[in-house]
Nanobody, 123 residues
Framework: QVQLVESGGGSVQAGGSLRLSCAAS????????MAWFRQGLGKTREFVAA????????YYEDSVRGRFTISRDNAANTVYLQMNSLQPEDTAVYFC????????????????WGQGTQVTVSS
């Protein structure tokens, strides 16, 4: 079993930055595809970014590409999401996910999830 714990969420003004962390325990994640999803109030959970375990290729949802950067430190068993130029529409609970059994953008394909961290962006 893998436990994922997110941190780094908070409240910022539009244009600000946050860095989310996802610390894994229980097993190393160096062979897992890891991803971030988010869920706004009253909305479905949506894909944000993913990073492959093989070649560290990265993939982004269109609205965050160029503003967000996903990265991983296998030695630290941690995945990060650097979020710049934040906008009010980025407000959501952000979830870390690991070990994809389907396409990387499919939420129900991930075996492991964190509890989420709230990101609030004010205008």
């Amino acid at each position: 079993q893998v436990q994922l714990v997110e941190s780094g969420g908070g409240s910022v003004q539009a244009g600000g930055s946050l860095r989310l962390s996802c610390a894994a325990s229980g097993r190393t994640i160096d062979s897992y595809t890891m991803a971030w999803f988010r869920q706004g109030l009253g909305k479905t959970r949506e894909f944000v970014a993913a990073i492959y375990w093989t070649d560290h290729s990265t993939y982004y949802e269109d609205s965050v590409r160029g503003r967000f950067t996903i990265s991983r430190d296998n030695a630290a068993n941690t995945v990060y999401l650097q979020m710049n130029s934040l906008q009010p529409e980025d407000t959501a609970v952000y979830f870390c996910a690991g070990y994809s059994l389907k396409q990387y953008w499919v939420a129900d394909g991930y075996a492991y999830w964190g509890q989420g961290t709230q990101v609030t962006v004010s205008s």
